[in-house]
Structure formats: structure tokens, C-alpha cells
């Protein structure tokens, strides 16, 4: 049997056997391996994939605006939550639904909105006006280049132009308007009285009591965990350094980077824009370069430019001031209209110009050649950035030191302080929650304080970092751990909470009881005349009073109008033992013609927006159903 298996294992059938198998598994591997899962995206909308980079990205960025907006209370951990980083990419999901709808719906951000926002931010502008210095000099020292930051922000324009859109086309009627103050103004008229707090019937707590509550509330009556800190602290602003620059060095750089030094050229531009829609057809297109070669002729024939500008731009951003755009350096506009611009003459009229928004007929108005500041002028800054970076290098030498020898022997500060000639200071004891002041309120401080490393292993901290050029190492000097206090040093605080507890219960009843006895039909001087207290009466109550518990004003307003049977009744708990006992009488809706127009227009616009954020929302939920999308959480 054997033999004649090995007979016809051998021979031309078995080749062709073993041949076909060797092909089958061969392309099993191939499909394997040309199929295998190499996606690295974080999300997918659609087509479009968010990767991993792309994340990242969105994340530091994050972080630096943290950093910057909260200083020494920013946690550098609250981005490394995983409820956050979902946050994070459904935005991301959430900004890629809304530029898919703008290209289904045919918004863009034009140049010169694009343009506006620049030369409107703050930071970009001296004494209230967009300053190309200023602009290129914080690009520059945040590492990004005009066009970078460019499209930045012609991404965030974009997310807005849909809900922008909406609430264009949102309208609040008068009748709207009126609704919403009818119901904001509306008054109510009530009646209420303050519950007096029961009298205890009982006084007496038993040992038993107050053992079987210490053993209940045992969390209660802890003392609270404390630690103090050795701490060793570098801050590049306090370091000693030579602070007579070196004249020659100061030159030497001024010569070495003068370039930073120059103004760039700018020049005055006013346009004409025809609009090309998106998606034009060719006739489209031919139409609009016509109207512009039309428009030309009469600007080059000598027609006034401005009115040509208000009589026939489609840019509704300078068309009212005659197509004025302003002073405008190289980096800052469309490539096409920026080298039209930097290659005309003062006063000359280009050809149309054709951009992403449509043809321009541009007119040079004038020219402001770049300039080169002199040494004198620079003199100190370059002193100034010559100091600061012998203090950053001085810094960055002994920080690294420092995180050197604390990682070799993490067991104290006092070798690594004795070597680099520091100084070891000390906090007090102070709880999880900081100190009021001094380094022990600094949340990052804390955070290392009380975390596994340094407290439970008792070994020194990363570098912890307090600001630019700025570091702390911490080790713990004392540490207090909770302990229950003994039954008999606490014995008085139980008893009060028990008889707190005991008014408390006895609260609740009797307000539950008056409650039961108004609503049955009685009267409501008459129910609360044993108690000894009065009922106050409020005509036209507001949502908002100083002279009415807040609780009691929520609670008023948000019961139903009272019916034909009489007044309708609530208990209300304004605090542990304290309830009110309230009747409302009447409801009156608000007198809208007090509303003065000014203030009737301010809430027209924000009934508009708030709509608007609504709208869009609920847009995109369709959207999102109708759009694959995929999360791989994974890779977070």
C-alpha cells in the first residue's frame, strides 16, 4: 500500500498536483499580503481620511492654546483622557461634514475675506491697523509660513460660511420676537411662607446611636492626607550672566540676519472682482471674462475706478469703498493677483486677473518700497535677544544637568543641589487640593506631589515644567497619610449630625403635610396659622429678584399656570432643614411694548445665531447619516 502511495506520488499527475497546490497557496499569500490592513487613519468621513499626523496635529495645537489661556493651571494630562481625545476627533469628523457641504453647496472662502480676517486679528495689527512686520515676525516665531497659517485660517472660515449662511437666510419675525419676551417678561403673583425649623422632640442620642453612625460615616471623620516638599527650582529669568553685550557680536548679528530687519515692499491696490461660480460652464466663464474685458476698457479709457468698482464689483467687501483693498505685501493674496500686482507700475490698470474667485481688474494706486531699519534703531532688541538667549542656553545646560543626576539617583535632591551649587527650598504641608500660595498651588506641583512615583515610591520627580524656561523637581519631605480619628474626639460632631438628621426628616413631613392639607381645600393662612408665621404676598414676581430665594423663583415659574379650581401648590427645599411652602395664584404674560427697538434688534440677532447653530446641527446629523463614517479608535 505504502509503496504503491510513493509510486504515485512521483511521476508527471503528482507534478500537476503539487504545481496547482503551490499556486493556490502562493496566491493565498499574495492576496494576504497585497490585502493586508495598512490604513493609519484615526477617522474616515466619506472619502476623506483624518490621519493619525492630522490628529496629533489638532492635539498640540490644543494643548499650546492651553497652555497659553491657563499657565500654571493648565493639566497637561487632560488631553491624554480618552472621553477628550473622542472630543477632539468628533470635531475633526464634524469640520470635514461641514467642507463637504460646502462644496456640495458651492460656499467658499474668497481671498478677500480671507484677507480681512488677517489684517482684523489683533495681534497682527499696531496702533489699530494690520502691520506686515508685526504679521511676519509672530508667523516666523511660531514656525509657520503665510501660506501655512493661510490656509489655517481659510479652513476656519470655512466651517463658518454654511451656519453663516443659515442665519443669513434665518428670519425672526415680529411675531417670534414677541413670543419669546411675551414669555422672558412674564410675572406671576404668589403667596408663600418661610416653614419654621421643628422643634426636636428628642434630644437624647444613645452610645449605641453614635456607634452604629461613627461606624456608617467613618469617611466622615478622617483626618485629611497632607504632604510637605523639598523642592529645587531653575527659572531662566533669575540666572546671573554677563549683561554687557558685546558690541562687535551685536554688529556681527545685525549684519548676519539683517534681512529680519527689512520692511517689506507694499503696495496700494484697489480692484474690480467679477464673480466666476464654482463649477462655471464654459459659457459661464466666456460670459464673465467678457464682462471683465469690458469693464477694463472703460477703467483704461479713463472712467473713474471707484464708481466703476461700487457700480460693478462682485467683492461686496470693498465695493462700497470704491474697490480699495489697502496696503498688501507679498505672502498675503492669491499668487495670480499677488504677481499681477508686484509687477505693474504706480497707476497702472491690469488685464483681468483670473483667481479662484473670478476675474480682477486691478489698479496699482501706489508703491512703498521696502526699507532697511539701521543698527541704532535695532541696537537693543538685538541686546535684548542676545541676553535672553544666553539665559535660555544657561537654562537648557543646567535643566539637563538636573534631569541627568535625578534620573541616576532619584532617592534626593541634596547631591544633585551640592554638585550644581542650587539651593533646596521647602513648602509646608499642605492637602491634594494646594496650597493657597507659593509653588504648592501650582496644579502641575500638586499632581506630582501626590502621584505614585513621589509619593509611594519616595523617588524625585520628572522635571515638572512651570512656564517657558522654567522647571521644578520636587521630592517629598513629610507625608501625613488619613487616619480615623478615635470615636470619642469626634463623639460631639456625631451627636450634632444626628440631630441634624433627626430635624431634617421632621422638615420634610411637615412640609409634606402642609402641602396635603392646602391641596385638600384649606386655607393657607389658616393651615400655617398654628406655626406662628406669615404668608407674604407677591404681585408680578420676575424670573429674577434679589428679595426672592432663586430656588423658589425656579420653582414658581416652572410649575403650569393655575386652573379654574384656585391656586396651584409646591413645597420647596431651600436648604437642609428649610422649605417654603408656596401657593401661585396667577400668571401675566409680559408686556412686550416696553421692549425698547435697539434692544429688540440685539435679541434678533442672537435668536438668528442660536437658530442658526441649531440648524446647521441638525444638518449635519442628516449628513451624517447619509455619509460612511468610520473611527478607529485604536489609533488615538
Do not use: C
Not at 490604513?39 to 492630522?54: L, Y
Not at 440631630?499 to 393651615?527: C, M, P, T
Request: proline fraction near 4%.
Amino acid at each position: 500500500m505504502l509503496q504503491n502511495l510513493r509510486e504515485k506520488l512521483h511521476g508527471w499527475p503528482a507534478i500537476i498536483l503539487f504545481g496547482a497546490l503551490a499556486l493556490l497557496l502562493a496566491s493565498w499569500g499574495l492576496i494576504g499580503y497585497v490585502t493586508q490592513n495598512n490604513d493609519t487613519f484615526v477617522a474616515k468621513v466619506g472619502k476623506h481620511e483624518i490621519s493619525q499626523q492630522d490628529f496629533q496635529n489638532r492635539m498640540n495645537d490644543l494643548r499650546r492654546q492651553a497652555t497659553q489661556q491657563q499657565g500654571d493651571k493648565y493639566d497637561p494630562t487632560y488631553f491624554d483622557k480618552p472621553e477628550v481625545k473622542l472630543q477632539v476627533l468628533e470635531a475633526m469628523i464634524k469640520q470635514q461634514l461641514l467642507l463637504q457641504a460646502n462644496k456640495d453647496l458651492g460656499l467658499t472662502v474668497t481671498t478677500e475675506q480671507l484677507r480681512q480676517e488677517i489684517a482684523g486679528t489683533a495681534m497682527f495689527q499696531q496702533n489699530g491697523k494690520f502691520d506686515p512686520v508685526t504679521y511676519s515676525a509672530i508667523l516666523s516665531s511660531n514656525g509657520m509660513t503665510p501660506a501655512t497659517y493661510q490656509d489655517r485660517e481659510r479652513n476656519v472660515l470655512a466651517t463658518q460660511l454654511l451656519s453663516n449662511a443659515i442665519q443669513a437666510s434665518s428670519v425672526i419675525t415680529d411675531h417670534d420676537l414677541d413670543n419669546y419676551l411675551s414669555l422672558q417678561l412674564q410675572t406671576r403673583d404668589l403667596r408663600y411662607v418661610t416653614l419654621p425649623r421643628p422643634a426636636l422632640t428628642d434630644s437624647s442620642v444613645s452610645d449605641s446611636a453614635i456607634k452604629d453612625w461613627y461606624a456608617k460615616h467613618k469617611s466622615d471623620y478622617m483626618t485629611t492626607e497632607q504632604v510637605s516638599l523639598n523642592y529645587i527650582e531653575v527659572d531662566a529669568a533669575n540666572l546671573k550672566i554677563n549683561s554687557e553685550p558685546d558690541e562687535a557680536a551685536l554688529r556681527q548679528r545685525y549684519e548676519r540676519e539683517k534681512s529680519r530687519f527689512v520692511e517689506p515692499e507694499q503696495r496700494e491696490v484697489s480692484h474690480i472682482l467679477v464673480n466666476v461660480p464654482d463649477n462655471a460652464t464654459p459659457a459661464q466663464q466666456k460670459a464673465a471674462l467678457a464682462k471683465a474685458q469690458k469693464i477694463d476698457a472703460l477703467a483704461k479709457s479713463g472712467a473713474n475706478f471707484a464708481k466703476l468698482a461700487k457700480k460693478y464689483s462682485d467683492d461686496l467687501g470693498s465695493k462700497s469703498q470704491g474697490g480699495e483693498l489697502g496696503w498688501i505685501e507679498k505672502g498675503v493674496t492669491n499668487k495670480a493677483f499677488e504677481d499681477a500686482v508686484f509687477s505693474m507700475k504706480k497707476g497702472q490698470i491690469s488685464k483681468p486677473v483670473l483667481s479662484p474667485e473670478g476675474y480682477h481688474i486691478i489698479k496699482l494706486q501706489d508703491i512703498r518700497p521696502g526699507k532697511a531699519k539701521p543698527f541704532s534703531e535695532v541696537r537693543d532688541q538685538l541686546a535684548n535677544e542676545l541676553e535672553q538667549g544666553s539665559r535660555e542656553r544657561k537654562f537648557s545646560e543646567l535643566a539637563g544637568k538636573i534631569t541627568d543626576k535625578v534620573y541616576s539617583d532619584p532617592s534626593s535632591l541634596t547631591p544633585v543641589a551640592n554638585e550644581l551649587g542650587l539651593t533646596v527650598e521647602h513648602t509646608g504641608l499642605f492637602t491634594r487640593d494646594g496650597a493657597k500660595k507659593g509653588i504648592a498651588s501650582n496644579p502641575k506641583v500638586v499632581k506630582a506631589a501626590f502621584s505614585d512615583q513621589v509619593l509611594a515610591q519616595g523617588n524625585t520627580s520628572n522635571p515638572i515644567e512651570l512656564g517657558p524656561n522654567k522647571m521644578v523637581v520636587v521630592h517629598v519631605n513629610k507625608h501625613l497619610t488619613p487616619k480615623l480619628l478615635p470615636m470619642d474626639q469626634v463623639k460631639g460632631k456625631i451627636r450634632a449630625s444626628i440631630l441634624s438628621q433627626r430635624v431634617a426628616e421632621a422638615a420634610s413631613k411637615q412640609a409634606a403635610d402642609l402641602l396635603a392639607k392646602v391641596r385638600k381645600g384649606g386655607d393657607l393662612d389658616k393651615v400655617v396659622g398654628p406655626l406662628g408665621v406669615a404668608v407674604k404676598t407677591l404681585k408680578g414676581a420676575e424670573r429674577f429678584q434679589n428679595d426672592v430665594p432663586n430656588a423658589l423663583l425656579e420653582k414658581v415659574f416652572a410649575m403650569p399656570h393655575p386652573g379654574k379650581q384656585g391656586a396651584d401648590y409646591a413645597t420647596v427645599k431651600t436648604g437642609d432643614a428649610s422649605y417654603v411652602l408656596v401657593a401661585l395664584d396667577a400668571v401675566h404674560p409680559g408686556d412686550v411694548s416696553t421692549v425698547p427697538q435697539a434692544e429688540r434688534n440685539i435679541l434678533r440677532a442672537r435668536m438668528q445665531r442660536a437658530y442658526s447653530v441649531s440648524d446647521t446641527d441638525a444638518f449635519l446629523d442628516v449628513m451624517r447619516k447619509q455619509t460612511e463614517i468610520s473611527i478607529s479608535k485604536g489609533r488615538l
